[in-house]
């Protein structure tokens, strides 16, 4: 007779299941991530949604469905709302996911007391830290009212109970790896566990019908299961993001339920917590060299909002057979493919030089309208002739070495000219599509080659 199966294994990035353990996992890619797993009896614990009241039983149209515009809690911290899609929503499950001290308690904590500030009854949960720990980090950010509860807990039963009896409008839970169920065997912190875990806390999120935060820590190592496992259960997931040794974070949103996604928010670390960034252009422009080759202002979109980025590149003579390429804060592979167009549609030599690009400012950005300014700053820096410092960028660029239009290309000069920007440099495509022409003085190119033409004119 065949023996029966007790455990299984699971991917600790991404939570692919698999009867053998393996070394790559055929889902996210990742090497070496597979760990073994007591299976989990399924059915237990699982309680429908449909107690305390909502029932789920009759189908019903959408014109039945009341909405209520005290649906959304907003947290007075502008940056978060924004991230979230205009507040925080009333029975929504959301993720903070992020790399260990980035600032996830501090953020949340914030949110605690802008909440607990206006009324709201607060219940915040940690698994990591001493009641004495989270004070030190609250006197900190400020004074709190008496509305925050605090629960150093890691038993999701006994938090369930408290959570039935309290019935907080908001609770935090930090951090999800800590968190365990009784009926689950396996160890805190392992993909089982704080998959079921989560399971629990949706339940409870909406069927109390109580705002949940749970904290997710981002692990290369160890035995701990990333945030990705939960993704998918969740309303909303919002990552924290941003050097850790630099002072400024990035919040940017990667699943909402309840509006837009890509949408990020922009922070400083301070000695007394996170404080907003209300102008991110101005900050991430700021310390930027006046005239020197190689680097180039590009506007970029995230979401919906511009952000001006310092792109810059060293072009320089290769020592070796083999040139180094390398790109921080954008895509590879993207900056690679640029180098080609180069060397292929404006007849430079590219293969003999190394070639570094960098975004500056810690930002991530893969839109395609960084590829002008990607090839300009090569140029600039290939030709030693800098672009004025006044002067913005963007654009696609094709493979025929054409430069495409983008979206929101009003928007992008708006920000421009917002920010003192004197020059544009664009699509000749998008040159129609601007109205404010007086304040600032629009250069349309056509392809990479019109392009080069500039840095050759004024030498
Ligand atoms: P924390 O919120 O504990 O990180 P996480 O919960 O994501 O692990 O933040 C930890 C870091 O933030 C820590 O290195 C100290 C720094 N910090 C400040 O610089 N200023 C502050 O006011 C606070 C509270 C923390
Ligand atoms: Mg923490």
Avoid at 98 to 111: E, N, R
Avoid at 393 to 401: N, P, R, T, W
Avoid at 406 to 434: H, W, Y
């Amino acid at each position: 007779m065949a023996k029966a199966k007790v455990s299984v294994f699971f991917c600790k990035e991404c939570g692919y299941e698999s009867a053998k353990w393996l070394g790559q996992c055929p889902m996210c890619h990742e090497w070496n991530t597979f760990t073994e797993e007591p299976i989990v009896k399924k059915g237990a614990g699982h309680k429908s949604i449909a107690k305390s009241g909502v029932t789920m039983t009759a189908p019903s149209t959408l014109s039945q469905v009341s909405l209520d515009t005290r649906d959304r809690i907003t947290s007075e911290i502008g940056e978060f709302d924004r991230v979230l899609g205009g507040g925080i929503v009333s029975g929504s499950l959301t993720l903070v996911g992020g790399d260990p001290g980035i600032g996830k308690s501090t953020l949340l904590l914030q949110v605690c007391q802008k909440l607990t500030e206006k009324g709201h009854h607060v219940l915040y949960i940690s698994g990591e830290e001493s009641l004495k720990q989270i004070k030190i980090r609250a006197n900190r950010i400020g004074p709190f009212t008496d509305c925050l509860k605090l629960l150093c807990e890691t038993s999701l039963d006994v938090i369930e109970e408290i959570l039935q009896r309290e019935k907080p409008e908001v609770a935090i839970i930090d951090s999800i790896q800590t968190m365990y169920r009784e009926d689950v065997t396996a160890a805190p912190g392992s993909v089982s566990q704080v998959r079921e875990s989560t399971n629990s806390l949706m339940q409870m999120a909406k069927g109390l019908g109580i705002t949940i935060f749970i904290v997710g820590h981002v692990t290369k190592e160890g035995t701990v299961a990333g945030p990705r496992v939960l993704e998918h259960m969740v309303d909303t997931v919002l990552y924290f993001e941003g050097d850790r040794n630099a002072s400024y974070r990035i919040l940017r949103g990667v699943k909402n339920r309840f509006g837009s996604t890509n949408e990020i928010g922009v922070f400083e670390m301070r000695s007394t917590g996170l404080v907003e960034v209300l102008n991110p252009s101005e900050y991430m422009l700021s310390g930027r060299p006046a005239d020197a080759t190689g680097s180039v202002v590009c506007c970029t979109v995230e979401g919906t909002r511009p952000i001006l980025v310092e792109t810059q590149a060293l072009i320089c003579k290769s020592n070796f057979g083999m040139p180094r390429r390398t790109a921080a804060g954008t895509d590879y592979n993207r900056v690679n493919l640029l180098m080609a167009v180069i060397e292929k549609r404006v007849g430079i030599g590219m293969a003999d030089y190394d070639a570094y690009v960098n975004v500056v400012g810690g930002m991530k950005v893969t839109e395609p309208a960084l590829d002008l300014a990607v090839v300009m700053a090569i140029f600039s820096s290939y030709r030693d002739i800098s672009v004025p410092a006044d002067t913005i960028v963007f654009g696609e660029v094709g493979l025929s070495g054409e430069i495409r239009s983008v979206s929101q290309v009003e928007q992008r000069v708006k920000e421009a000219i917002k920010l003192g920007f004197k020059t544009c440099i664009l699509p000749k495509s998008s040159l129609d599509l601007i109205e404010e022409r007086d304040r600032i003085s629009l250069i349309g190119v056509a392809s990479v080659r019109d392009c080069y033409a500039m840095f050759r004119n004024q030498s």
